[in-house]
């Protein structure tokens, strides 16, 4: 295994833990433990942005500027979908 690799399992790895610390934190009924649960989520989602932020300056985690048609269709869609289905006319995003 090289760098990147390395690299890229280190994030998978991270990105599945917060997943299920949040689900901890949604099933935690006693206090003491949530805030526990809350400030170690809080360090891995912080460990995850930190190997995100290095493969991306390397390289090695790319992403592709999207079509501005493209998003502006899915805001339009997104926006109809908050006018009608939320309810109390949820139409204040914008």
Known sequence: ???????????ATEKYITNNYSIA?????????????????????N??????NLM?????Y???QEDQQKLQQKHQQF???T???FPYGGGQLQ
Do not use: P
């Open 56 to 60: 991306f300056k390397k390289g090695w």
């Open 1 to 11: 295994m090289n760098d990147r690799d390395f690299l890229n399992d280190a994030l």
């Open 25 to 45: 934190l949604n099933e935690a009924s006693h206090e003491a433990l949530y805030q526990d649960l809350l400030s170690i989520c809080t360090e891995a989602q």
């Open 62 to 64: 790319k992403l592709e």
């Open 83 to 85: 006018t009608t289905q």
């Open 47 to 52: 460990e995850q942005r930190q190997l995100y």
């Open 79 to 81: 926006y109809n979908y």
